[in-house]
């Protein structure tokens, strides 16, 4: 884990818990896998502080703990990836509104604050909280049918279980099914008539699926990436093609379970440009679609299959290209898209195939080696008679490591955003 990724780690935390819990993260950060002693003693802060920001970390997913040597003893590990998605929950609460409405969106919005809750508890409070606000008009039925959706659609899921291993005094949390529950309304409309929790008997608690949400994102920039590359209905056939994917392979697969044409057309009758034209947009989404769509047989008119690993790369490329773009310029991004196509390429052809003033190409080279967008690999040409073996240098682009490289420049500017954000939150309050 990187220098940069500790600060925005930091700085998050303090935004959203304060110096006390940002302490303890930076400890678990720096340190790793630790005991409760140990924190207290690098962190200087008593025990009950300790416990009570782990306790915090806990609830909302940002840390986790298994036995130790001592199998009395746990050990308490920060998850650095589940800090950075406390910045995406005002994106996560933008989508559930825009798809399924103001209840869903108050739904998931309650649980990313209490980290788990129960059915009954969730619905019942948000019922609570805004039964006199008749704009929004908020009741259990429907809080309780979108709930339902939810929990179909794997926006929201059960919580993982805590069970104790034979010999050890430190639970292991196990994932379990997710099942939709059947949820009793008149149950539910007793607790709310009630006014309170207490007496709620339900023990099922349930979780956001930060996956799922991830899954729709890149759907999206799918999506709006063959929208910009064609048109709507290529956009649209690319939307079609994702939702069969779904149907025969697991969401994240490299590459999806073929679709064949005669389903999408049944589906496309809605549109009926892309109904008539399907054929030719299939066409058009293989041969000039960088690659999401393949073509895996002639089946049923055509079976095809989405490429996401191949689209994740040339996203990642077009990403990057920018990035050089707008870091060292058109020119730049130039000699950064030849070295990448040629892969190993000399200095001299660099200039030659760049078309760039020599003394130019040069600096411009330089600087990308200096920014470590590209690497550079020595060689020897075998010796001519008499004379000594020549060393040359291959430029080339490690996309591992460039991707890493941008990777650490956002979590610098995220840092620096954050922190400027706080400044002025200070100097104007």
């Not at 025990?47 to 782990?54: A, H, M, N, Y």
């Not at 609460?93 to 209840?103: C, D, P």
């Amino acid at each position: 884990m990187s220098h940069q990724l500790g600060r925005v780690v930091s700085v998050i935390l303090h935004r959203y818990f304060g110096e006390i819990v940002q302490c303890v993260g930076d400890d678990l950060f720096t340190y790793g896998s630790k005991p409760i002693g140990l924190i207290v003693k690098s962190t200087g802060l008593p025990r009950s502080q300790v416990v009570e920001c782990l306790r915090t970390l806990l609830k909302y997913d940002l840390a986790s703990f298994e036995a130790s040597n001592n199998v009395l003893i746990a050990d308490y590990k920060l998850l650095p990836d589940n800090v950075l998605l406390l910045i995406r929950y005002p994106r996560y609460l933008l989508q559930m509104k825009s798809k399924y409405g103001t209840e869903a969106e108050l739904l998931v919005e309650e649980l990313l604050q209490e980290g788990s809750c129960t059915a009954t508890v969730l619905l019942v409070s948000i019922a609570l909280k805004y039964k006199d606000d008749k704009e929004k008009n908020i009741n259990i039925v429907k809080l309780k049918d979108t709930f339902v959706s939810l929990a179909t659609a794997g926006y929201i899921q059960q919580a993982p279980v805590a069970e104790l291993k034979e010999g050890s005094e430190v639970p292991t949390l196990v994932p379990v099914a997710t099942i939709v529950p059947d949820l009793d309304v008149r149950v539910l409309m007793q607790v709310f008539n009630s006014g309170s929790l207490a007496d709620v008997k339900d023990n099922v608690y349930w979780k956001v699926n930060y996956d799922r949400f991830h899954q729709d994102f890149r759907d999206e920039i799918m999506i709006k990436a063959m929208t910009r590359r064609i048109d709507e209905n290529a956009g649209e056939l690319m939307r079609l093609l994702l939702e069969q994917m779904y149907l025969s392979s697991a969401a994240w697969a490299g590459e999806g379970g073929p679709a064949a044409a005669h389903e999408l057309r049944t589906r496309a009758r809605d549109r009926p440009a892309l109904h008539t034209y399907l054929d030719q947009y299939l066409k058009v989404l293989e041969e000039s679609g960088c690659g999401f769509v393949r073509r895996a047989g002639d089946a049923a008119g055509g079976q095809y299959c989405v490429r996401a690993r191949v689209a994740s790369q040339q996203l990642a490329c077009a990403a990057l290209d920018h990035l050089v773009t707008e870091r060292l310029g058109s020119k730049a991004a130039r000699i950064f898209r030849l070295i990448r196509e040629k892969r190993y390429i000399e200095e001299d052809d660099i200039q030659k195939h760049a078309m760039l003033v020599n003394k130019e190409c040069k600096e411009l080279t330089y600087k990308l080696l200096e920014e470590h967008f590209i690497s550079i690999q020595p060689m020897r040409k075998a010796a001519s008679a008499g004379g000594m073996a020549k060393a040359i240098y291959l430029y080339h682009v490690n996309m591992h490591e460039v991707t890493q490289t941008a990777q650490q420049m956002c979590y610098r500017a995220l840092h620096n955003a954050v922190r400027r954000g706080a400044h002025e939150r200070s100097r104007r309050a």
